[in-house]
């Protein structure tokens, strides 16, 4: 019987013969939680009396920390204690960062593997054909300890993607240009499967694509694994894996069919990632630009920003916020000398956090304060204040909307 990738992987995680809507229970390659899951899977542990699975347990504080507060601080001292304790994986403050950045370069994420995460933007990982997906913190307790989730097998919707992008358009923009056909909730509990000229999209972007197939309500998101996957893999330590992909007749449940050369670089206006504009369109003025998050946080979003602020200077009624994804990401950003450039311009370049990404602390908006992130959430208030408005962008579009004060486009600088 033919399948697809997804029906591929959970079959030999479950040691089944299944197909979607199948109800399986799989062996977890790894689970990972974070400051804010962990503490609660902690606790649903805690209750069921076992050992855990230390070798397939990630711990990652990143979303408030360094800690920001003392509720925060408790939150990464429970973490880091069951951490230590148990012997499992974990990425301090100065050697880890967001947690779905962390995951990728430290070789967790391969091919062919099944990974479950306590934060929904898990989904990321498909960018190097591994199925993840975020499941509940009190799940990832119960996998702490068993190693193992059930799950109903998700069918799958293929976006086939032809053309190439032309100047300017980014993965940012692709995910975003998708996410306006399929919408909010357009792929809820299936499998967003990206086929066709993957071949012009950088590992990086695919990244950005999987990381905002959340915001279409996907359980998870797959790219083929290609030359450019391959390459990636080769720079970390993986460890064995295994290529899988979908039969070429294999049953999906939707096909959208996307020209790249149609698309222009665009922005998610407030208050959903599925509210798409074309760039050129929006001129709002702006508070605050932050360019950071496991969405578009990583070297090649720095470089592009530094890039464009080259010898320029961040307009004096905003502030830029620059938070690399990984403490990796931001040694390399020190070695090429891409903070000294975005410092110079008048930007404020930070420790890796989730932070501001979901209004936790670092750039906070206040009443009426206008944002453009390259962030993947502008829902009401998801930066701050409810009467704050966040547009949603690539990182080029962020750092010349930072010089010119308002939004707009890098031709525009
Ligand atoms: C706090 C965390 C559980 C949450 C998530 O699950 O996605 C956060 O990362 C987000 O982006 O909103
Ligand atoms: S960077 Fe933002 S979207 Fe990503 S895990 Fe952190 S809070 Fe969630």
Same mark, same amino acid.
């Given at each position: 019987?033919?399948?697809?990738? @997804? ?6 995680? +479950? ?32 209750? &069921? ?6 070798? #397939? ?16 601080? #408790? ?18 403050? %100065? ?6 950045? @962390? !995951? *990728? ?8 593997? &099944?990974?479950? %995460? ?7 990982? %498909? ?71 993957? #071949? ?6 695919? !990244? ?35 290529? =899988? ?14 020209? *790249?050369?149609?698309?222009?670089? +665009? ?22 630009? $932050? ?38 990401? $931001? ?11 975005? =410092? ?18 670092? %750039?906070? &908006? ?16 998801? *930066? ?19 010089? &010119? ?9």
């Amino acid at each position: 019987m033919s399948k697809t990738a @997804v029906e591929k992987i959970f079959s030999e995680k +479950s040691g089944t013969d299944s197909k979607s809507g199948d109800y399986i229970v799989a062996n977890v390659d790894y689970v990972m939680a974070n400051d804010i899951t962990a503490p609660i899977a902690i606790d649903a542990f805690n209750e &069921l009396g076992m050992k855990p699975k230390s070798d #397939k347990i990630i711990i990652i504080p990143d979303h408030f920390v360094p800690p920001k507060d003392i509720n925060s601080a #408790k939150q990464y001292k429970k973490s880091k204690d069951f951490a230590l304790e148990n012997g499992t994986w974990f990425y301090d403050i %100065g050697h880890g960062g967001v947690c779905h950045q @962390v !995951m *990728m370069e430290k070789g967790f994420a391969a091919p062919g593997r &099944l990974i479950a %995460g306590a934060d929904s933007h898990t989904n990321t990982y %498909g960018a190097l054909s591994a199925i993840s997906t975020g499941i509940g913190s009190t799940e990832a307790g119960v996998i702490f300890a068993t190693g193992k989730m059930w799950f109903k097998i998700p069918e799958t919707i293929k976006i086939n993607l032809t053309g190439k992008p032309g100047k300017g358009v980014e993965g940012k923009d692709i995910i975003l240009h998708v996410l306006s056909k399929i919408k909010n909730g357009g792929a809820a509990y299936k499998c967003m499967e990206f086929s066709g000229n993957i #071949k012009y999209i950088d590992i990086n972007e695919r !990244m950005t694509m999987a990381n905002m197939t959340t915001e279409a309500g996907a359980k998870c998101s797959f790219f083929d694994t290609d030359e450019k996957t391959i390459e990636y893999l080769n720079q970390r330590n993986t460890g064995s894996y295994k290529i =899988v992909k979908s039969d070429e007749n294999a049953d999906f449940s939707q096909t959208f069919n996307i020209d *790249m050369n149609n698309i222009e670089p +665009s922005i998610a206006i407030p208050n959903s990632p599925d509210n798409v504009r074309i760039a050129s369109a929006i001129h709002e003025k702006i508070d605050q630009a $932050y360019i950071g998050s496991c969405t578009n946080g990583r070297i090649e979003d720095i470089r592009k920003a530094a890039a464009i602020l080259k010898g320029r200077k961040v307009n004096r009624n905003v502030r830029l916020m620059v938070v690399p994804a990984s403490q990796e990401v $931001y040694n390399q950003a020190l070695r090429e000398g891409l903070i000294n450039t975005i =410092v110079e311009a008048g930007g404020y370049f930070s420790g890796t956090t989730c932070g501001a990404c979901l209004g936790g602390y670092m %750039g906070v &908006l206040g009443p009426d304060e206008v944002c453009i992130s390259s962030t993947n959430r502008n829902f009401i208030g998801r *930066m701050g204040d409810k009467t704050s408005k966040v547009y949603l962008a690539n990182p080029s579009i962020v750092a010349s909307s930072a010089i &010119l004060g308002r939004i707009g486009t890098p031709e525009e600088i």
